[in-house]
């Protein structure tokens, strides 16, 4: 096992956790930008990314615990009014990604990862014991899935009409948003994509997982045996009557990417994050830890996606657009076939964002330091966000999507910053002893 870190200190294994899921959502955005009708041995490595997302929340669980250790016991702090304050400034920035996204409809990634953890803050401050919060996720993830099976016939019935072969221009999201905008405003908030159900029940198991085992490290063989188990029992949902014929093997359409959570998908990704997360707390020796320098540079800027997740996020699918735009010009030109292949596509896409992401990290750190950086970025998504809406109003909507990334980079740019004056003002200053009066 790698060295205990101290109460409240960073964990590599965590960042390495947070890079590991942002590479795999790489790899299977660049797939499913136009998947089409994959064969077999595609839905198969299509499903090995599943736990992606769900990794992500696992591990932003485990940060709350790490927040809460390293202010436990300063009464003054005001820990809880910095933390939710952080997390309603990311939920409501984040509304330019899903601007520029054309996905106003439901929540997106950011809404998701701030609804989810500040509930999870909550609930772990309370101090309730790991069986109960537990229980609480199962809770949660239940009533989620009253919904979606309630939804199953209509979503059947939408696979059923669906031509096959790769949509045109993804028809099949756009009925997936009709679809969603039928359903109430609460309603998206909290079963629709990245909304509260069931994505806080990843949040908590992390949180309690990870909590339990700083206090109780004699409870990890119990911990490994229960994740082992729940990964087994996902598989056994594809032999319960209708389990393939209902998704729960593979979401094949874009419309099943918002109501992801069928129990096969489910339990398989919690299996498969708290065994990878086991594994990695008891190997994993951070990026200085090997002596080869291309296996420590590798987990190193593993590590370093895992930190800058937030600008991955941005990057990445702004990385996708310019290659899809791209392939397109050159089918324009007749020099490549109409549909590139799906695998080409993330072996291009990867060689293109992971080494791109560090100069784009490192200029908005530069950005950042310059006198005036608030005031520029937030002019930069004004601008960037009216120059888009007139470029929707003429129709031209391709263009107003990269337009729109721009308001996206200067929120990526900017909430780091926004954070750290909160945390200043809420926690920091309350650590500087005043000296006595004389």
Not at 399 to 419: H, I, T
Request: proline content about 5%; glycine content about 6%.
């Amino acid at each position: 096992m790698s060295s205990p870190a101290g109460q409240g200190e960073r964990i590599g294994y965590i960042d390495f956790l947070k890079g590991l899921s942002c590479i795999l959502m790489l790899i299977a955005h660049a797939m499913r930008v136009k998947l089409g009708s994959p064969d077999f041995i595609t839905r198969l490595f299509s499903a090995m990314l599943n736990p992606a997302a769900q990794m992500f929340f696992f591990a932003s669980g485990m940060n709350i615990i790490l927040l809460q250790e390293r202010y436990r016991g300063r009464r003054r702090v005001k820990l809880t009014l910095y933390y939710l304050s952080a997390a309603a400034v990311l939920f409501f920035l984040g509304y330019t990604y899903s601007f520029a996204r054309l996905a106003l409809g439901s929540w997106q990634i950011f809404q998701g990862i701030a609804a989810t953890t500040a509930l999870t803050f909550v609930l772990v401050r309370t101090r309730l014991s790991a069986t109960a919060h537990i229980l609480l996720a199962i809770l949660f993830y239940l009533v989620y899935l009253q919904f979606r099976l309630s939804l199953e016939p209509v979503l059947l019935w939408y696979r059923s009409v669906l031509p096959p072969g790769p949509p045109a221009i993804h028809p099949d999201l756009l009925d997936a948003i009709r679809m969603t905008t039928n359903i109430s405003y609460w309603q998206r908030c909290l079963f629709t994509n990245f909304s509260l159900l069931p994505w806080v029940s990843y949040v908590l198991l992390g949180a309690t997982a990870f909590r339990n085992l700083r206090e109780k490290p004699e409870m990890e063989r119990r911990w490994a045996l229960g994740f082992g188990a729940v990964f087994i029992l996902g598989f056994l949902m594809l032999v319960i009557p209708h389990g393939i014929e209902m998704g729960y093997w593979y979401a094949d359409h874009s419309v099943d990417a918002l109501y992801r959570h069928v129990p096969h998908h489910v339990l398989t990704a919690v299996g498969a994050c708290g065994l990878i997360w086991l594994a990695c707390r008891r190997w994993y020796l951070g990026s200085a830890g090997p002596r080869k320098s291309p296996k420590r540079f590798m987990l190193g800027y593993t590590e370093f996606l895992g930190v800058a997740s937030f600008l991955f996020f941005i990057f990445h699918w702004f990385v996708l657009m310019s290659i899809q735009r791209g392939w397109d010009w050159l089918v324009a030109q007749g020099l490549v076939p109409l549909e590139m292949n799906l695998h080409l596509r993330w072996i291009v896409a990867c060689l293109l964002v992971l080494p791109l992401m560090y100069p784009a990290a490192w200029l908005g750190k530069i950005w950042s330091r310059r006198p005036g950086f608030v005031k520029q970025a937030v002019a930069l998504m004004i601008i960037s966000i009216l120059l888009a809406m007139g470029m929707l109003y003429r129709r031209n909507v391709q263009a107003a999507m990269f337009v729109a990334f721009g308001s996206c980079f200067g929120y990526a740019y900017l909430y780091p910053v926004l954070r750290a004056r909160l945390k200043h003002h809420f926690v920091d200053r309350y650590l500087v002893s005043k000296p006595k009066a004389a």
